[in-house]
């Protein structure tokens, strides 16, 4: 899915990911790691770096509002991932049904984001940090 992101203000763009078709529910106690494979720049907030990626959940069991600013993988595409019970205990017990589900991908300079455009390849949960990183390496092989 490619996002064309819009003019936050004079100097930064904007283009959060929002699921509208909530509520929906989350297996945290299985498969704790949210992440996103996306060509959004990695580094934190800042010119010449990428932005702060946050996870905006509301639940039933608890909230998290928490960024993160992403790993490069191989091909220089940016895993950012979400360990959701070490950032909310609650959130690790079972079934979550989640009635705010947003990524914020704010604060990106202009020059960070020349195209004003990224691509995001997939959003899904893992057993693992480790489970997610050989994922996206593995459909990084297999072209994808």
């Known amino acids: 899915m490619v996002v ?3 003019a936050q ?3 930064m763009r904007r283009a959060d990911l929002s699921f509208k078709n909530v509520p ?5 106690s299985n498969y704790p790691i949210l992440a996103m ?8 907030k800042g010119i010449g ?4 990626y946050t996870l905006d959940l509301v639940t039933k069991s608890g909230n998290i509002n928490k960024a993160h600013v992403g790993e490069l993988l191989s091909d220089n595409t940016n895993l950012i991932y979400y360990d959701i ?3 909310n205990a609650a959130l690790g017990n079972g079934m979550v049904e989640a009635n705010t589900f947003q990524i914020k991908v704010a604060d990106i300079y202009n020059e960070n984001l020349p195209t004003g455009q990224y691509t995001v390849y ?8 480790a489970e997610a990183k050989a994922f ?4 990084i092989s297999a072209g994808n």
């Open 37 to 44: 494979r996306s060509t959004l720049p990695v580094g934190g």
């Open 9 to 11: 203000n004079a100097t």
């Open 24 to 28: 929906i529910n989350l297996d945290f």
């Open 122 to 129: 997939w959003i899904r949960t893992f057993k693992s940090i």
């Open 136 to 139: 996206a390496e593995a459909e």
């Open 4 to 6: 064309t992101a819009g």
């Open 85 to 87: 019970p070490s950032i």
């Open 49 to 52: 770096q990428g932005g702060a």
